[in-house]
Nanobody, 124 residues
Framework: QVLLAESGGGLVQAGGSLRLSCTAS????????MGWFRQAPGKEREFVSA????????YYADSVKGRFTISRDNAKNTVYLQMNSLKPEDTALYYC?????????????????WGQGTQVTVSS
């Protein structure tokens, strides 16, 4: 069993920044791809960003490209999501998830462990 715990969400004005963190339990954190997803009320969960286990490759949804940056510190079992230039449409519950393999995916079904989520609210 792998436990994931997100933190760093909050209320911010449009144009502001937040940094989300997700810490995982277990000893093999560096092997797995990690991803961030978000879900707004009444909408499906959607891909935001992902990173390979060795941090060599990162992936972003078009809607956040150039504004969000994913990173990870394998020594701390932690993955981060730096969010800049936030917009009201970024408002959602943000989840981190562990991939089923080394290569990240944009599909929800390719992630097997999920955190409880951290709320991000961007006011206009």
């Amino acid at each position: 069993q792998v436990l994931l715990a997100e933190s760093g969400g909050g209320l911010v004005q449009a144009g502001g920044s937040l940094r989300l963190s997700c810490t995982a339990s277990g000893r093999t954190f560096g092997i797995w791809a990690m991803g961030w997803f978000r879900q707004a009320p009444g909408k499906e969960r959607e891909f935001v960003s992902a990173i390979t286990g060795n941090t060599a490759n990162t992936y972003y949804a078009d809607s956040v490209k150039g504004r969000f940056t994913i990173s990870r510190d394998n020594a701390k079992n932690t993955v981060y999501l730096q969010m800049n230039s936030l917009k009201p449409e970024d408002t959602a519950l943000y989840y981190c998830a562990r991939g089923r393999g080394f290569v990240p995916s944009m599909r929800v079904r390719d992630y097997d462990y999920w955190g409880q989520g951290t709320q991000v609210t961007v006011s206009s």
